[in-house]
């Protein structure tokens, strides 16, 4: 399978938990996103790299939540001190600049439930 | 800050029956895009919109963007089970940002 590919798919944990999401993206992109949907919502952007380098970053995304993307390849969002706040979808999408203009490719989601 | 919303909120309809969906953003878009997402999926990627006016159609699907640039519209024909989900429009945020702002979404379900 060449589509984005994000594991868990769900993830339980108690308030307080740290948890880390991890994202491959389609493997010649080079812009990797990370947005977050909530029940009846769209989703929400939080951050996106372009290769290696993060970009930009939403206010939505406080200090609790830090995303990296070591080697330009996979990225990885971690949640700290979770709070039940944070349970959501969390949708990792990846496009390669020079392709499609602005299309997403999303992947099939991590759901976190915070109790 | 910028918003993108959609109306109406849910529709139901009996198959064969035609189906529409707006979008409204409170900016001037550059372009705007349409996602598809089945009930316990992800969003999949249907079109994307730039010229003023613009009007693609896909099978029994019709997108519009307005003259303005700041609406558009999805028009389904004969819906079908298929076509069951939640449809999003989005628009990049304004001053080259990446950020694509969605809207809630207008879910479907069409009763057999």
């Known amino acids: 399978d060449t589509g984005v590919s994000q594991d868990p798919r769900h993830k339980i944990t108690k308030r307080g938990q740290n948890v880390t999401f991890r994202c491959d993206p389609i493997s010649e992109h080079n812009r990797l996103y990370w947005y977050r949907q909530t029940l009846g919502q769209g989703p929400e952007f939080l951050t996106y790299?372009?290769?290696?380098?993060?970009?930009?970053k939403s206010r939505l995304l406080s200090d609790r939540f830090s995303a990296e993307r070591p080697k330009g390849s996979f990225s990885t969002l971690e949640i700290q001190r979770t709070e039940q706040g944070d349970s959501a979808m969390y949708l990792c999408?990846?496009?390669?600049?020079?392709?499609?203009?602005?299309?997403?490719?999303f992947g099939e989601g991590s759901r976190l439930t915070v109790l | 800050g910028q918003q993108v919303m959609q109306i109406p909120q849910y529709q139901h309809v009996q198959e064969g029956e035609d189906f529409t969906t707006y979008c409204n953003s409170s900016t001037t878009l550059s372009n705007i895009q349409w996602y598809k997402q089945r009930p316990g999926g992800h969003p999949v990627f249907l079109i994307q919109l730039v010229k003023s006016g613009e009007v693609k159609k896909q099978k029994r699907l019709t997108f519009q963007f307005g003259e303005a640039k700041k609406n558009s519209s999805l028009h389904i024909t004969a819906t079908q089970t298929t076509d069951v989900g939640t449809y999003f429009c989005a628009g990049p945020s304004q001053g080259g940002s990446e950020k694509l702002v969605f809207g809630k979404g207008t879910k479907l379900t069409v009763n057999p």
């Open positions: 999408a990846s496009r390669w600049t020079s392709g499609y203009a602005g299309e997403l490719f």
């Open positions: 790299f372009q290769n290696e380098a993060q970009l930009e």
